[in-house]
Nanobody, 124 residues
Framework: QVQLVESGGGLVQAGGSLRLSCAASGRTKSSYAMGWFRQAPGKERDFVATISWSGGTTDYADSVKGRFTISRDNAKNTVYLQMNSLKPEDTAVYYC?????????????????WGQGTQVTVSS
């Protein structure tokens, strides 16, 4: 089992920045890719970013490329999502997820564990 806890969400004005963190505990000795997803009210959960175990491979949704950066610190069992130039359409609950034994993936059904989510609200 892997437990994931997100933090760092909040209210920010358009153009501002936030840094989300996702701390993993439990079965953290296994290699796993990590991903960030988001879900706005009344919408499906969408892929945001993913990173390989080594951190050497990343992928992003087109809507966040150039604005968001995913990174990880395996010594701290933590993955980060740096969000810059935030827009009102970035408002959503952001979830981190772990895919054990897999490379980075944009497909939510390939993730085995999910956090509870953290709210990000961007005001115009």
């Amino acid at each position: 089992q892997v437990q994931l806890v997100e933090s760092g969400g909040g209210l920010v004005q358009a153009g501002g920045s936030l840094r989300l963190s996702c701390a993993a505990s439990g079965r953290t000795k296994s290699s796993y890719a990590m991903g960030w997803f988001r879900q706005a009210p009344g919408k499906e959960r969408d892929f945001v970013a993913t990173i390989s175990w080594s951190g050497g491979t990343t992928d992003y949704a087109d809507s966040v490329k150039g604005r968001f950066t995913i990174s990880r610190d395996n010594a701290k069992n933590t993955v980060y999502l740096q969000m810059n130039s935030l827009k009102p359409e970035d408002t959503a609950v952001y979830y981190c997820a772990a895919a054990l034994g897999l490379g980075p993936t944009i497909r939510p059904y390939e993730y085995h564990y999910w956090g509870q989510g953290t709210q990000v609200t961007v005001s115009s």
